[in-house]
């Protein structure tokens, strides 16, 4: 949230371009405030354990939020009690004439199929199109940026050599950002997936803004030029664990698998993960919910999108 001062008071300009958020007393009278409204796709199959995490980096702020949850009823939800999804969750014929004034779409485990085969894309592209008119600022996540990505922009993913997996570091090519405010010069992220894009073909994209990338995992942050798309190709919102059980999964399906790098104590998987990501990944989602949605957003909400 900003801190209000006088609109003549030295400090404003000082602060201003040391990037630290300021509200003048002239604008802050003028200020209307409701609570935002926020659609979640969820895409993951680990549904509750995924609501929970997003619902934790969303509440952490003085911002009031109103929920829902959103589902693809061309693809039946195997790892989750139907019950759950009927109490929690609705479809998109049911929201579409709705506006939001922010919404995230979450990865999926499907990013080895070309887009084409995975069976909720036609659904998907049709919620993608529907955002362009009916979210003020979407947040697309893993295998959801490459979905959004590739929709949107053309940008196609590309296959990795082998399973991208540990906690990476990144660095901040737009320290200005607002998204970046409060940010290191480098930070944590985990990433877990088999395919990326590539810097190059992000930087053809003139209606694209390349945010940050890291030397081992790639890309990590892209948004448009109007704010009102992007695209996160880790997971900040991972817990402590979400890794872990993630090489326990994959090392019991018998696949040839590395351990995550720079995550557990010594790189070893019998001794317990550190924790270097939590607070950058707080403060990547309240930039975004305060300076992209909250303070942006039409008051009026149905004229999001004109």
């Known amino acids: 949230m900003p801190i209000k001062i006088p609109d003549s008071l030295p400090a404003k300009d000082i602060l201003e371009n040391e990037n630290i958020f300021v509200m003048t007393s002239s604008v802050a009278v003028h200020q209307d405030i409701r609570p935002l409204k926020f ?5 993951m199959p680990t549904k509750i354990v995924t609501e929970t995490q997003l619902l934790r980096k969303l509440s952490n702020t003085p911002l009031q939020i ?6 693809t009823i061309s693809h039946e939800a195997k790892n989750v009690d139907s019950q759950h999804l009927e109490a929690f969750y609705t479809s998109f014929d049911k929201i579409k004439n709705n506006h939001y004034d922010g919404m995230i779409i979450t990865g999926a485990p499907v990013e080895n199929l070309d887009f084409k085969d995975v069976d909720y894309w036609p659904e998907l592209c049709t919620i993608m199109d529907w955002t362009s008119h009916n979210v003020h600022s979407t947040f697309h996540i893993c295998w959801g940026a490459q979905a959004g990505l590739y929709y949107h922009y053309g940008i196609k993913k590309v296959q990795l050599p082998k399973k991208i997996s540990g906690v990476f570091r990144h660095n901040v090519l737009k320290p200005q950002s607002p998204f970046f405010r409060g940010f290191d010069d480098v930070f944590n992220v985990p990433h877990s997936r088999y395919t990326g894009m590539l810097e190059e073909d992000v930087l053809k994209v003139p209606e694209l803004e390349l945010m940050s990338v890291s030397d081992e995992a790639g890309v990590f942050a892209v948004k448009s030029e109007d704010n009102r798309r992007f695209f996160i190709t880790g997971h900040p919102e991972y817990d402590s664990d979400t890794l872990a059980l993630e090489y326990d999964r994959d090392i019991k399906k018998g696949l040839n698998i590395d351990v995550p790098k720079h995550y557990f104590q010594n790189d070893d998987p019998l001794l317990p993960p ?5 607070a950058h990944a707080q403060l990547l989602y309240t930039n975004w919910l305060n300076y992209y949605v909250y303070q942006t957003t039409p008051y009026d909400i149905e004229k999001i999108g004109e």
């Open 39 to 43: 659609l979640i796709l969820n895409l």
């Open 66 to 71: 109103e929920f829902e949850f959103l589902q």
């Open 274 to 278: 550190i924790v270097t990501w939590r």
